[in-house]
């Protein structure tokens, strides 16, 4: 079952992430942009995916993804805790600290994990 504290160890091993606070919930950044964030009224992580991915998530794996009326405007999905795969969840923090992390911090660490 995934918890935070597992996000917490996997985020922080990327450089340049931070734990914060947003929209009342715990949550990673990099380069002060929201990376994922824990949902407490649900009690289970939200994630960015494309709209794309979140239709097609919501679509094959509904036992493991959902959204909600107030998350639906968003390219976000959120993940039961208990289902969701460790390997999806590793490749989404990845993909998503790519995405947002300083270019030069990128290179640094495309470089040193080479």
């Not at 407490?40 to 960015?48: E, L, N, Q």
């Not at 993940?79 to 300083?102: G, T, Y």
Request: glycine letters at 0%; hydrophobic letters at 40%.
């Amino acid at each position: 079952m995934l918890t935070f504290e597992m996000l917490r160890e996997i985020t922080l091993a990327y450089p340049d992430t931070e734990e914060t606070m947003s929209w009342d919930a715990r949550s990673f950044k990099v380069n002060k942009k929201a990376m994922f964030f824990w949902n407490p009224k649900h009690d289970c992580p939200v994630f960015k995916v494309s709209f794309e991915e979140r239709d097609f998530l919501l679509e094959v794996d509904p036992e493991t993804f959902f959204t909600t009326d107030h998350h639906r405007p968003w390219p976000l999905i959120l993940a039961r805790p208990d289902k969701v795969d460790m390997d999806w969840v590793r490749s989404n923090i990845e993909r998503v600290w790519r995405a947002q992390v300083k270019k030069t911090t990128l290179k640094a660490w495309d470089a040193q994990n080479a």
